[in-house]
T-cell receptor, first 116, second 110 residues
Framework: DVKVTQSSRYLVKRTGEKVFLECVQD?????MFWYRQDPGLGLRLIYF???????EKGDIPEGYSVSREKKERFSLILESASTNQTSMYLC???????????????FGSGTRLTVV | EDQVTQSPEALRLQEGESSSLNCSYT??????LFWYRQDPGKGPEFLFT???AGEEKEKERLKATLTKKESFLHITAPKPEDSATYLC???????????FGKGTTLSVSS
């Protein structure tokens, strides 16, 4: 069964810590994405990547960075965690070419991060 | 600006009581409209993709339809296991990523 795996389901970090969220997909997908999901705000795009070592800013990149050293792995980095980064973080992947039935993202189960 | 608006925010139904969820969108040159289901504490699960006005897709008790300005997710004779948050998304104008609505939380009671 194809999967997007996020390394942690729950994470508690202190303000100011550097936080790494890891995401691995086994579908040989070119595209990978990081979203955060908050009540009343829905899913908002943080960063995405279309290829190894390539990254593009989404709608809310401030306070975050990403790394894609290998095709299957996409990491989200919180340089200095703050309480307003407490959220559910969702990783997704997709094939490069849009097409019937195969462009839908495959999501991971999410990481619920609490910054105290 | 590309935008997706879903209504209602929440919907409570009795088992067997059919209804529809609405997704209205503004994007220049629609390249795809997507429906997802999300259960509590889990990531969204892909349901349908619609590409052109008049297109319809079905899966069990769900049917998605598309017009030039909106999409509907029709739920026929729902069961309690259909309770979830349903998300609508469109591919942005640049064709680079999905823009999501805030979702409709459906609760079906027996």
């Amino acid at each position: 069964d194809v999967k997007v795996t996020q390394s942690s389901r729950y994470l508690v970090k202190r303000t100011g810590e550097k936080v790494f969220l890891e995401c691995v997909q086994d579908m040989d997908h070119e595209n990978m994405f990081w979203y955060r999901q908050d009540p009343g705000l829905g899913l908002r795009l943080i960063y995405f990547s279309y290829d190894v070592k390539m990254k593009e800013k989404g709608d809310i990149p401030e306070g975050y960075s990403v790394s894609r050293e290998k095709k299957e792995r996409f990491s989200l980095i919180l340089e200095s965690a703050s309480t307003n980064q407490t959220s559910m973080y969702l990783c997704a992947s997709s094939l490069r070419t849009p097409g019937q039935n195969n462009y839908g993202y495959t999501f991971g189960s999410g990481t619920r991060l609490t910054v105290v | 600006e590309d935008q997706v608006t879903q209504s209602p925010e929440a919907l409570r139904l009795q088992e067997g009581e059919s209804s529809s969820l609405n997704c209205s969108y503004t994007v220049s040159g629609l390249r795809g409209l997507f429906w997802y289901r999300q259960d509590p504490g889990k990531g969204p699960e892909f349901l349908f993709t619609l590409y052109s006005a008049g297109e319809e897709k079905e899966k069990e008790r769900l049917k998605a339809t598309l017009t030039k300005k909106e999409s509907f997710l029709h739920i026929t004779a729902p069961k309690p296991e259909d309770s979830a948050t349903y998300l609508c998304a469109v591919l942005n104008q640049a064709g680079t990523a999905l823009i999501f609505g805030k979702g409709t939380t459906l609760s079906v009671s027996s």
